[in-house]
């Protein structure tokens, strides 16, 4: 699974042991949520079996986890563990989990519906849109097109990557970073490759993308996520924003910094990451569903567009095997998983771990939302969804 980026265990122990952070009390009210959709997990055949394989994972050691299922039998959904742990608030269904890089596709389609509209096209630089003294400081971000940044073949190098962001993240945990100010910690990096030549997952790109959305309509990069997604397909529980970053309804996130299982909130670490092109929906698992059939079935952008988010090319990397990653896209992965082919994406942050599946074949989607990370929690993380992948496919 795909994480935003990875640091050290002695780095976190040090750093929460120099940073312990006061979290503000929340009112019960503030976790409300309503099932607004037609929902046949009770009748769904594999119900039973779904359930109790989500609350035996959730009982190793998660500290909540919502799990979706679309097929031919109709939809299940179902929950367990905590919202809320300090409050002991449940997970409910509806509830909304932030899902840092499946927020990627949300930004890719956005592109493409402004390629559709004459604003923008896929060689275009982002120096046809942003400042040169801005992009001539970071490398590569003057030669790469849009379409090599859709894709993670810019070269661009990742912010994220190295501990300057990492020790800033800690260290100014209160700091609202702009898209801007945020790229400042690819600046000192190197290339990685040249435009085109090699895959490289950057989240620069999708930061620079964001901006480049912003200034191709004028719009806040919030009002385009509104305009070109939120509002086309009514997802009422999907949000971004800078102000607040976090809405009302969306569960904390967690860390198991220890590997034994004990919790650490995490939101002041986590509420920063979300101000980017590359990740900071917060959404239910209903709309991720909605969403991702959406897009996938030509609802959203025209057949054009989707032929770009889906011309796959190899990427060469770690082989991961039972959920490996061989194709990537223009906004869009594709998986192997024990349930069959898949295209979607994962996101990992401080806190919260996501997954996002459709698979063509079958017609089928999965949705697997997790509000932790790290240590053990991981490692259930990885068990639960290979396990539902195998559940699912009987």
């Known amino acids: 699974m795909k994480y935003n980026h990875i640091i050290s265990l002695t ?9 312990k952070q006061e979290i503000a009390p929340v009112e019960a009210s503030f976790y409300d949520c309503e099932v607004s959709f037609a929902d046949s997990s009770d009748v769904h055949p594999k119900a039973a079996a779904l359930q109790n394989l989500l609350e035996s994972e959730v009982a190793k050691g998660l500290p909540g986890a919502i799990m979706l299922l679309k097929d031919a039998d109709g939809l299940w959904v179902g929950a367990s563990g905590y919202a809320d742990v300090g409050h002991q608030i449940q997970m409910e269904k509806c509830h909304k989990h932030l899902i840092a890089s499946i927020s990627k596709p949300f930004t890719a389609t956005i592109i493409f519906k402004l390629i559709e509209e004459g604003l923008l096209s896929l060689d275009q630089k982002t120096t046809d849109w942003l400042d040169t003294d801005f992009t001539k400081r970071i490398a590569n971000a003057d030669k790469a097109s849009i379409q090599q940044m859709l894709a993670h073949t810019s070269g661009i190098p990742d912010y994220l990557d190295g501990i300057n962001y990492d020790l800033a993240l800690f260290n100014q945990p209160y700091w609202k970073w702009e898209q801007e100010a945020i790229m400042k910690f690819a600046k000192p990096r190197k290339a990685v490759n040249a435009p085109g030549e090699a895959y490289y997952y950057s989240n620069s790109n999708y930061t620079l993308l964001g901006m480049i959305i912003e200034k191709a309509t004028g719009l806040s990069f919030a009002e385009a996520y509104q305009k070109y997604v939120f509002d086309p397909l009514n997802l009422q529980n999907s949000y971004y924003g800078l102000d607040p970053a976090i809405p009302a ?9 220890y590997g034994n299982g004990q919790l650490m909130q995490s939101e002041h670490l986590y509420e920063n990451e979300l101000r980017t092109g590359d990740g900071g929906i917060s959404t239910s698992a209903h709309d991720l569903l909605v969403f991702i059939e959406s897009l996938m079935k030509g609802k959203l952008v025209s057949d054009s567009s989707l032929a770009v988010m889906t011309d796959w090319f190899p990427v060469f990397g770690p082989d991961y095997a039972a959920y490996d990653q061989p194709k990537n896209g223009h906004g869009l992965e594709y998986f192997y998983t024990p349930a069959g082919d898949a295209i979607g994406h994962t996101g990992g942050i401080f806190g919260f771990s996501s997954v996002v599946h459709y698979f063509p074949e079958t017609d089928m989607t999965f949705v697997l939302l ?21 559940l699912i496919s009987q």
């Open 370 to 390: 997790i509000n932790g990370v790290g240590g053990k929690i991981s490692e259930i993380d990885e068990e639960l969804t290979f396990q539902a992948f195998e």
């Open 11 to 19: 780095l976190l122990l040090l750093l929460f042991a120099a940073c």
């Open 249 to 257: 309804g969306t569960v904390k996130g967690y860390l198991d910094i």
